[in-house]
């Protein structure tokens, strides 16, 4: 059996939710603190690949970065090339997963405490040192269940990826992509052993997010 979807599937879920922690959390940031009006249309649009098909961003993604597109043109110059390579599943599973990380972050700071920072600020701390030592660990409950999500997302994502990179063995194969490959040319079995890898995985990450839910309630009740 070839692990290399497995492999492929992994390093971009997770390559994708690094990204996606970072770029989430200062977006959920900044949006929480702008009028209400400018908020609600930023949300629309950081928020529209969650609720459009993945296939539908996986066009958008080809439109931008194609070879033939000036964006694509552009970084072709420098190397860089997203169609039909593998970290071009990192640009597409980044889209896809974003919203989840952005939504669940917003979330978390909207519930926290605002005197906290305020009481920080009195005492002559810095917007930095209040953001990571004070704000960030009392949302580290509902941030870290936005992180997991993303993961999960990136790493069961079909739609965008199958447009953008596709299916080639050994170079940008995914679980998902494998999946569909295998049952399309009648091989079940193998398509199923896939299933179940995939199914093993998502029950993990499903009971990493309701441990964590979990532990914020405790910490809320308390």
Not at 30 to 52: E, F, H, Q, S, W
Not at 156 to 166: F, H, K, P, W
Not at 181 to 208: F, K
Request: charged share 15%; hydrophobic share 50%.
């Amino acid at each position: 059996m070839d692990w290399y979807p497995l492999w492929n599937s992994l390093r971009i879920a997770a390559i994708s939710s690094v990204l996606v922690f970072f770029l989430g959390i200062a977006a959920a940031y900044y949006a929480a603190r702008l009028p209400r009006t400018v908020k609600g249309i930023l949300d629309v649009v950081l928020t529209l690949p969650m609720v459009l098909p993945p296939t539908v961003c996986g066009y958008f993604l080809l439109v931008l970065f194609g070879t033939k597109r000036p964006l694509g043109v552009f970084l072709a110059q420098f190397g860089i090339q997203f169609v039909m390579t593998w970290y071009g599943g990192i640009l597409a599973a980044l889209v896809v997963a974003f919203p989840l990380m952005y939504r669940t972050a917003r979330g978390a700071f909207e519930s926290f405490d605002p005197t906290l920072a305020s009481s920080g600020q009195t005492l002559g701390l810095s917007n930095t040192y209040i953001f990571w030592r004070i704000r960030m660990p009392a949302c580290r409950q509902g941030i870290l269940a936005g992180a997991v999500l993303a993961f999960a997302r990136a790493l069961g994502e079909y739609g965008a990826t199958s447009m953008l990179i596709g299916y080639t063995p050994g170079r940008t194969a995914t679980i998902s992509t494998t999946v569909y490959q295998l049952w399309r040319t009648n091989n079940e079995m193998g398509a199923l052993r896939w299933v179940l890898v995939n199914l093993a995985i998502s029950t993990v990450v499903l009971l990493a997010v309701n441990l964590l839910e979990d532990r914020q309630k405790k910490a809320v009740k308390k």
